[in-house]
Nanobody
Framework: QVQLVESGGGLVQAGGSLKLSCAASRGTFESYAMGWFRQAPGKDREFVAAINFKGGSTHYADSVKGRFTISGDNARNTVYLQMNGLKPEDTAVYYC?????????????????????WGQGAQVTVSS
């Protein structure tokens, strides 16, 4: 069983930055790639970014490319999402999730259904 716990959400003004953290159970990154999704009020949950620690590949949604960076620390079993240049439309609950490597290599890192485990979410609010 994989446990994921997000932290670092909060309120920030447009143009500001926040860094989300997701603490995973020990050894998670050996078997799973990691992703971030977000869900705004009244909208579907959408893919934000993904990273595979086996090889270091990363993927981003077009809406965050160039502003957000996903990274991780194997020793700390933690994955991060650095968010710069935040916009009001980035306001959402952000979820950390784990996807097995088979699904990742099949390109399912952008699909909710490809993920096996989810965190509880962290609220990010960007004021204009």
């Amino acid at each position: 069983q994989v446990q994921l716990v997000e932290s670092g959400g909060g309120l920030v003004q447009a143009g500001g930055s926040l860094k989300l953290s997701c603490a995973a159970s020990r050894g998670t990154f050996e078997s799973y790639a990691m992703g971030w999704f977000r869900q705004a009020p009244g909208k579907d949950r959408e893919f934000v970014a993904a990273i595979n620690f086996k090889g270091g590949s990363t993927h981003y949604a077009d809406s965050v490319k160039g502003r957000f960076t996903i990274s991780g620390d194997n020793a700390r079993n933690t994955v991060y999402l650095q968010m710069n240049g935040l916009k009001p439309e980035d306001t959402a609950v952000y979820y950390c999730a784990a996807v097995n490597h088979y699904s990742y290599y099949r390109g399912r890192f952008g699909e909710q259904g490809g993920y096996d485990y989810w965190g509880q979410g962290a609220q990010v609010t960007v004021s204009s």
